[in-house]
T-cell receptor, first 113, second 116 residues
């Protein structure tokens, strides 16, 4: 069964600290994995995308890693800011068909001043 | 200006009613989507549609139907609303042809539907 699991479910850290969010996926065949940021009351916004041949991708203070062997991905946030407070959703895709897009339930990140 | 817009932002209605949610994108994209985000925050694709193909998630009840008057619009019609339809519905769009599944989807702000 295709599924995506994320941990932790929620996380609170102090402003300026780093954090890492985890994603395990069981999608076959694997096409790509994307991390989204979803602010409260808004739609998701894409942060990074990686195919099986890529093991790291950065977007500013966000760095995503991918281990296609263990089917794990992580999103590392450096020097967190208050604006980083949001839900971060891991999405795995199987093939090019839109019906094969599998979303995780997200990690709710809160940054405290 | 907003790339993908949805109306209404909030929708409260009674069971059994029929309602529509509108979506418009000004990105010139060829493919549009509807997603449902439930109370547990899982996003699930309902439909993807371009001028060539409608792909329906087989788990979506036939009470839900997409209607596209033109390439920039994809509206969602829901008949005989049920309590379980309460959720946030997101519209999205992407450029066609799909880049091997790597095309970026741009999401609207969501429509919060509450069925009483």
């Amino acid at each position: 069964k295709n599924q995506v699991e994320q941990s932790p479910q929620s996380l609170i850290i102090l402003e300026g600290k780093n954090c890492t969010l985890q994603c395990n996926y069981t999608v076959s065949p694997f096409s790509n994995l994307r991390w989204y940021k979803q602010d409260t009351g808004r739609g998701p916004v894409s942060l990074t995308i990686m195919t099986f041949s890529e093991n790291t991708k950065s977007n500013g203070r966000y760095t995503a890693t991918l281990d296609a062997d263990t089917k794990q991905s992580s999103l590392h946030i450096t020097a967190s800011q208050l604006s980083d407070s949001a839900s971060y959703i891991c999405v795995a895709r199987s093939g090019s068909s839109a019906s094969k897009i599998i979303f995780g339930s997200g990690t709710r990140l809160s940054i405290r001043p | 200006d907003t790339a993908v817009s949805q109306t209404p932002k909030y929708l409260v209605t009674q069971m059994g009613n029929d309602k529509s949610i509108k979506c418009e994108q000004n990105l010139g994209h060829d493919t549009m989507y509807w997603y449902k985000q439930d109370s547990k925050k899982f996003l699930k694709i309902m439909f993807s549609y371009n001028n060539k193909e409608l792909i329906i998630n087989e788990t979506v009840p036939n009470r839900f139907s997409p209607k596209s008057p033109d390439k920039a619009h994809l509206n969602l019609h829901i008949n005989s609303l049920e309590l379980g339809d309460s959720a946030v519905y997101f519209c999205a769009s992407s450029q066609d042809p799909p880049n091997g599944g790597q095309e970026t989807q741009y999401f609207g702000p969501g429509t919060r539907l509450l069925v009483l």
